[in-house]
């Protein structure tokens, strides 16, 4: 089975810094993705990024971006020149492509609070 | 719809009585999942449907929760005899199709079982 570790369960920025979040996991496949999400006080649920094991190029999305290595199994969130709205608890997760017809449920961390301090 | 609504957003129970949580998924969005979100934990897998069909019910914790999708659309988590560790959020999330698509997630429902 697969799990996803997300060690740090606080982190904390200032307004217009830079943040990485980290995470790893554990599986024995090949082929997946891995994704962030944010959840902000609402509790809405939002992607934030995303990212196949088989493409070597880094993801981002605007001031977010990915350092992915996946012989360390690591998939760690950086952000860039970080907002006030950014404050949320982030999780990472991971699914398999195996199968594609079948479950592609995903699997969490625990997740980070992240704190933006103005 | 514009997003997965569900509803009630909150709900509190007496220990034993039975609830049904609701999911609307986005129009046309043929998977649906379910998730419980214990406090301070990352969600959980529960249940999946493709369409109408239950595919997937490994994670549902025990015989009395149970989840229908009759028509492959909205879809209902019922919970018999509810017990005090039954307490979490429940996120609702569909994707467009099988596979690799993005899950939207709903904004969930909060169940106090007292």
């Known amino acids: 089975a697969q799990t996803v570790t997300q060690s740090q369960p606080e982190m904390s920025v200032q307004e217009a810094e830079t943040v990485t979040l980290s995470c790893t996991y554990d599986?024995?496949?090949?082929?997946?993705?891995l994704f962030w999400y944010k959840q902000p006080p609402s509790r809405q649920m939002i992607l934030v990024i995303r990212q196949e094991a088989y493409k070597q190029q880094n993801a981002t999305e605007n001031r977010f971006s990915v350092n992915f290595q996946k012989a360390a199994k690591s998939f760690s969130l950086k952000i860039s020149d970080s907002q006030l709205g950014d404050a949320a608890m982030y999780f990472c997760?991971?699914?398999?492509?195996?199968?594609?017809?079948?479950?592609?449920?995903?699997?969490f961390g625990k997740g980070i609070t992240l704190s933006v301090r103005p | 719809g514009a997003g997965v609504s569900q509803s009630p957003r909150y709900k509190v129970a007496k220990r034993g009585q039975d609830v049904a949580l609701r999911c609307d998924p986005i129009s046309g969005h043929v998977s649906l999942f379910w998730y419980q979100q214990a406090l301070g934990q990352g969600p959980e897998f529960l249940t999946y449907f493709q369409n109408e069909a239950q595919l997937d019910k490994s994670g549902l914790p025990s015989d009395r929760f149970f989840a229908e999708r009759p028509e492959g659309s909205v879809s209902t988590l019922k919970i018999q005899r509810t017990q005090q560790e039954d307490s979490a959020v429940y996120l609702c999330?569909?994707?467009?199709?099988?596979?690799?698509?993005?899950?939207?997630f709903g904004p969930g429902t909060r169940l106090t079982v007292l």
């Open positions: 997760a991971y699914r398999t492509t195996r199968d594609w017809m079948a479950n592609s449920k995903l699997t």
């Open positions: 999330a569909s994707s467009y199709n099988r596979g690799a698509d993005t899950q939207y």
């Open positions: 599986t024995s496949e090949s082929d997946y993705y």
